[in-house]
């Protein structure tokens, strides 16, 4: 798809991967980012060109709304819609608790949330003749992490909702659905799961995802997420103790 002239909004675009995205595809593009701290929402976008902010809850119906009405009012309409904002918790499923609570939490940011969002922008998104969702979900989506467990389970639904969107979409708009699978990436996010030492950079994932927009690629490995990936669907057990080890 046409990756210039395109209004885009990312939510969770203050820092991370989000950031990269919008670094990366602002020289050609007006961007929206979109998180719930207005002053790193502004620290992060006063060195970039066209890129704009916007405080926003993205659990919270309300702000959704209200998130809507100011993209059709002051942007005129969208073209791409990032969902990248997430939460995690660290922990272990059989010994520490709160396990419920803690799902809740994830799915509610990393699943609902992205449902809502596609379904209030899909209006916008319709009445343009190139449109797309991009979905980030994770290498945990389909390697579940140990230490990641819920987490690992709200990207699994999103890379299913992902799929089915893509299929249902493509029947009659020009809405192309993409998902960006990250591996571990070095950010504030995954400090406390070795993301420093271990993580590639998060401007890696902002480039394969422009390539990708570019290319209409529509499920974006990044890293070492495809090796895994191909791994994983053909010896299911041994790559998941091969990730968990």
Same mark, same amino acid.
């Given at each position: 798809?046409?990756?210039?002239?395109?209004?885009?909004?990312?939510?969770?675009?203050?820092?991370?991967?989000?950031?990269?995205?919008?670094?990366?595809?602002?020289?050609?593009?007006?961007?929206?980012?979109?998180?719930?701290?207005?002053?790193?929402?502004?620290?992060?976008?006063?060195?970039?060109?066209?890129?704009?902010?916007?405080? #926003?809850?993205?659990?919270?119906? #309300?702000?959704?709304? +209200?998130?809507? &009405?100011?993209?059709?009012?002051?942007?005129?309409?969208?073209?791409?819609?990032?969902?990248?904002? %997430?939460?995690? $918790?660290?922990?272990?499923?059989?010994?520490? %608790?709160?396990?419920?609570?803690?799902?809740?939490?994830?799915?509610?940011?990393? $699943?609902?949330?992205?449902?809502?969002?596609?379904?209030?922008?899909?209006?916008?998104?319709?009445?343009?003749?190139?449109?797309?969702?991009?979905?980030?979900?994770?290498?945990?989506?389909?390697?579940?992490?140990?230490?990641?467990?819920?987490?690992?389970?709200?990207?699994?639904?999103?890379?299913?909702?992902?799929?089915?969107?893509? $299929? &249902?979409?493509?029947?009659?708009?020009?809405?192309?659905? @993409? /998902?960006?699978?990250?591996?571990?990436?070095?950010?504030?996010?995954?400090? /406390?799961?070795?993301? +420093? /030492?271990?993580?590639?950079? #998060?401007?890696?994932?902002?480039?394969?995802?422009?390539?990708?927009?570019?290319?209409?690629?529509? /499920?974006?490995?990044?890293?070492?997420?495809?090796?895994? $990936?191909?791994?994983? @669907?053909?010896?299911?057990?041994?790559?998941?103790?091969? @990730?968990?080890?």
């Amino acid at each position: 798809m046409t990756i210039t002239n395109n209004t885009i909004l990312i939510t969770g675009g203050g820092s991370g991967i989000g950031l990269e995205i919008a670094k990366a595809l602002s020289p050609a593009n007006k961007i929206i980012i979109v998180g719930r701290n207005k002053e790193k929402l502004e620290a992060a976008a006063k060195d970039l060109d066209n890129v704009f902010t916007i405080q #926003a809850d993205i659990t919270n119906e #309300a702000d959704i709304d +209200r998130l809507v &009405e100011e993209v059709k009012v002051n942007f005129g309409g969208l073209n791409i819609l990032i969902n990248n904002a %997430g939460s995690a $918790y660290i922990y272990n499923v059989a010994n520490d %608790g709160d396990a419920y609570s803690k799902a809740v939490s994830e799915f509610t940011t990393n $699943y609902f949330a992205p449902i809502r969002l596609s379904e209030k922008f899909l209006p916008l998104l319709k009445q343009q003749t190139e449109a797309a969702i991009v979905n980030v979900s994770s290498i945990v989506g389909f390697v579940p992490g140990s230490h990641l467990p819920t987490y690992s389970d709200s990207k699994a639904a999103l890379h299913s909702h992902t799929r089915l969107l893509r $299929y &249902e979409l493509a029947k009659d708009t020009n809405v192309k659905v @993409f /998902e960006l699978m990250p591996p571990l990436v070095n950010t504030d996010f995954s400090v /406390e799961i070795g993301g +420093r /030492e271990n993580g590639i950079p #998060a401007s890696d994932v902002a480039n394969d995802l422009v390539k990708a927009l570019q290319e209409d690629i529509y /499920e974006i490995r990044v890293g070492n997420t495809g090796l895994l $990936y191909d791994n994983f @669907f053909a010896a299911t057990e041994g790559a998941f103790a091969t @990730f968990n080890n």
